[in-house]
């Protein structure tokens, strides 16, 4: 729709123009796309935009779900309903990019950081990556698709040798006590294990730095002693690190660090010598942030006072079947 179609429409919804105005200025910052697949199953892709034509981001998903139940990402508790086909995973980029080019730039990076573990789905993963890069295909540049994972050992094993593009690593904790509980993988593929298998794949790659993601969460691990254990735990893995915003969610017992907090973690990592940015949360408000993505037909409520309904911070209502502005 044009903006002045969109103004109709959200006015003949029953909302004031005044509420199209700031869902289109949100839409302008970042998209949500809904996918319903051959089986009814629906996924979540979305659009980032940065605010300069051209270095745009699309986040793909690469499962139905999850089923690695970190506690604080809402995907996980959907559960694992499948793994996405390679058709399915490039058809988000093929989308992304015929829909919204022309709105917001060219799209010229692809995170797989929306729903599912990546690596758990190596195989149509790896494929759907070698078709994004090939010239043949879309032609990103395999420094431009990332591929995130919670820490599947044998799986960055098979990843760092198969492909050239990019690999996140979901690290999230300092100590094994707190990521055994904020990410149930850790039990299997432990913080000694993963590091040293990145310590001893990277060493066979030339110029290749893995992305650390690190989510800040107050009072669990946003202390100073957190920010020098990584400095620790890094030392010998060519690395940079994401420090990044926790985006809340309905159940959630977890809240985002206080921006005084990022600021200091952040310059105690850069004090130890760490290569790090600060990642601000981007989608929070259409629940399209890291963490967030999940059902919204079935597991988002909006903030009218429908009977039987309760409150949340989504601006996704089951009863209207729309946006709703909070």
């Known amino acids: 729709m044009s903006y002045g179609e969109f103004v109709n429409w959200v006015t003949s919804q029953g909302y004031r123009p005044a509420q199209a105005l700031m869902l289109w200025e949100q839409f302008k910052e970042g998209l949500q796309i809904l996918f319903t697949?051959?089986?009814?199953?629906?996924?979540?892709t979305v659009i980032i935009s940065n605010g300069d034509r051209g270095r745009n981001t699309v986040c793909v998903s690469s499962q139905v779900g999850c089923a690695m139940n970190c506690q604080f990402c809402f995907t996980g508790r959907m559960g694992l309903r499948r793994n996405l086909t390679t058709a399915e995973i490039v058809e988000q980029a093929v989308f992304a990019r015929r829909l919204f080019t022309s709105e917001v730039g060219s799209i010229r990076n692809v995170v797989f950081m929306g729903m599912g573990e990546p690596l758990q789905n190596i195989e149509n993963v790896i494929k759907a990556a070698d078709i994004m890069v090939d010239e043949q295909g879309l032609h990103f540049s395999p420094n431009k698709i990332t591929i995130s994972t919670n820490g599947l050992v044998p799986q960055i094993k098979q990843f760092l040798r198969e492909s050239k593009c990019a690999l996140a690593v979901s690290l999230n904790a300092t100590t094994d006590e707190v990521r055994n509980w904020i990410m149930p993988i850790n039990r299997k593929y432990n913080l000694k294990l993963l590091l040293d298998t990145l310590r001893e794949e990277l060493s066979l790659k030339h110029k290749y730095k893995v992305l650390f993601e690190y989510v800040l969460l107050a009072g669990v691990n946003?202390?100073?002693?957190?920010?020098?254990?990584?400095?620790?735990?890094?030392?010998?893995?060519?690395?940079?690190?994401n420090q990044i915003t926790f985006n809340p969610h309905s159940g959630s017992h977890f809240q985002p660090a206080t921006n005084e907090k990022m600021i200091e973690f952040r310059n105690t990592l850069a004090e130890g010598g760490c290569v790090v940015f600060?990642?601000?949360?981007?989608?929070?408000?259409?629940?399209?942030?890291?963490?967030?993505l999940g059902n919204p037909g079935e597991l988002h409520l909006c903030s009218k006072s429908h009977q039987g309904f309760k409150h949340c911070q989504s601006p996704w209502c089951n009863r209207c079947n729309l946006y709703v502005m909070l």
């Open 222 to 241: 946003d202390s100073i002693d957190d920010a020098r254990r990584i400095i620790d735990l890094v030392k010998g893995i060519p690395c940079k690190i």
């Open 37 to 44: 697949l051959d089986d009814g199953l629906v996924i979540e």
């Open 278 to 292: 600060m990642r601000p949360s981007r989608g929070d408000d259409q629940m399209a942030a890291c963490g967030q």
